[in-house]
């Protein structure tokens, strides 16, 4: 499948956000590329079904904060240039326990009506922060660390990401799946799949995310591997979710006892059932 191909698919027949979700836990579990779009509009992102993206980013822990900074720059980057290629690395964290290293790809692309979007792919890697280092130093040999590194989103020309691919190539397979994009192809089936799923046992409503992972799970679409982290210890999830009244189950790392659970969110609050206890989980 081509790239155009694959955006105006996204465009044109959004997913809503617990099968995306889903989505990209099965192919971060398998290594697979996952390969996702953003619109770009009035200089920001926001997802195909219309929501803004930095309203959905947790930024009350300082590791939040840290890497909105860098969703800030790449934004910015995109709003300034009409041609953009950002590489941004997120290194392994204590408070993120065994979750691994996760690189985000993110291309400008401007289609023939001039909408302007971001082409997207989350490549998850199992490899300590010195080997992800090494890898962005082929684009900035300057960056001093991993912790560095996490805030610094960059900007390789293509020569330079040429030779950034080329380098992946030697720690993952992943590399080739960029390079001939079977990754859209993998991502669209895997849509379909989910799509079904969600229509054959009749998910709707509150919980969906976590009733559609449970099909996922039971029917082995999961990966072996470790999924990698949200945006931070307690990350991303669906902005309803959190009204009062409702509540919903977003399986992380906790960053009090370090364990993997399923942490309840309701109240404007996640807790977790193993250590009881709780942290501000704010997306406005």
Same mark, same amino acid.
Not at 125 to 141: C, F, G, R, T, Y
Not at 213 to 221: C, I, Y
């Given at each position: 499948m081509l790239k155009e191909q694959f955006i105006y698919y996204q465009i044109n027949a959004p997913q809503v956000k617990e099968v995306e979700f889903v989505a990209s836990e099965i192919h971060e579990t398998k290594r697979i590329p996952d390969s996702y779009v953003f619109l770009e509009q009035d200089g920001k992102f926001y997802l195909p079904c219309g929501e803004k993206i930095e309203d959905c980013i947790e930024k009350e822990s300082d590791l939040g904060r840290l890497e909105y900074q860098a969703f800030e720059r790449i934004q910015d980057e995109f709003s300034k240039k009409d041609k953009v290629i950002s590489l941004w690395f997120s290194p392994p964290h204590v408070l993120r326990g065994n979750?691994?290293?996760? +690189? %985000? +790809?993110? =291309?400008?692309?401007? *289609?023939?009506?001039? /909408?302007? &979007?971001?082409?997207?792919?989350? %490549?998850? *890697?199992? %490899?300590?922060? /010195?080997? @992800? *280092?090494? @890898?962005?130093?082929?684009?900035?040999? =300057? +960056?001093?660390?991993?912790?560095?590194?996490?805030? $610094?989103? *960059?900007?390789?020309?293509?020569?330079?990401? !040429?030779?950034?691919? #080329?380098?992946? !190539?030697? &720690? #993952?397979? /992943?590399?080739?799946?960029? $390079?001939?994009? #079977?990754?859209? /192809? !993998?991502?669209?089936?895997?849509?379909? $799949? @989910?799509?079904? %799923?969600? $229509?054959?046992?009749?998910?709707?409503?509150?919980?969906t995310y976590g009733v559609l992972l449970g099909e996922a799970k039971s029917r082995q679409l999961i990966g072996e591997h470790e999924e990698s982290c949200p945006p931070t210890a307690f990350g991303m999830m669906e902005k309803h979710a959190l009204q009062a009244g409702e509540k919903t189950i977003l399986k992380c790392t906790c960053p009090h006892c370090k364990n993997k659970v399923d942490a309840e969110i309701s109240g404007g609050k996640i807790h977790c059932p193993k250590c009881g206890r709780s942290a501000i989980y704010h997306c406005h």
């Amino acid at each position: 499948m081509l790239k155009e191909q694959f955006i105006y698919y996204q465009i044109n027949a959004p997913q809503v956000k617990e099968v995306e979700f889903v989505a990209s836990e099965i192919h971060e579990t398998k290594r697979i590329p996952d390969s996702y779009v953003f619109l770009e509009q009035d200089g920001k992102f926001y997802l195909p079904c219309g929501e803004k993206i930095e309203d959905c980013i947790e930024k009350e822990s300082d590791l939040g904060r840290l890497e909105y900074q860098a969703f800030e720059r790449i934004q910015d980057e995109f709003s300034k240039k009409d041609k953009v290629i950002s590489l941004w690395f997120s290194p392994p964290h204590v408070l993120r326990g065994n979750c691994p290293s996760k +690189i %985000i +790809i993110s =291309e400008k692309i401007t *289609l023939p009506n001039k /909408q302007e &979007v971001a082409f997207n792919r989350a %490549i998850v *890697l199992d %490899i300590p922060s /010195q080997d @992800l *280092l090494n @890898l962005a130093w082929v684009v900035d040999p =300057e +960056i001093s660390s991993s912790e560095t590194l996490r805030v $610094t989103p *960059l900007f390789p020309d293509q020569a330079e990401f !040429a030779r950034f691919v #080329s380098k992946l !190539a030697e &720690v #993952s397979s /992943q590399a080739e799946a960029i $390079t001939d994009n #079977s990754d859209l /192809q !993998a991502k669209t089936d895997t849509y379909a $799949t @989910l799509s079904d %799923i969600k $229509t054959s046992v009749h998910v709707y409503g509150e919980n969906t995310y976590g009733v559609l992972l449970g099909e996922a799970k039971s029917r082995q679409l999961i990966g072996e591997h470790e999924e990698s982290c949200p945006p931070t210890a307690f990350g991303m999830m669906e902005k309803h979710a959190l009204q009062a009244g409702e509540k919903t189950i977003l399986k992380c790392t906790c960053p009090h006892c370090k364990n993997k659970v399923d942490a309840e969110i309701s109240g404007g609050k996640i807790h977790c059932p193993k250590c009881g206890r709780s942290a501000i989980y704010h997306c406005h």
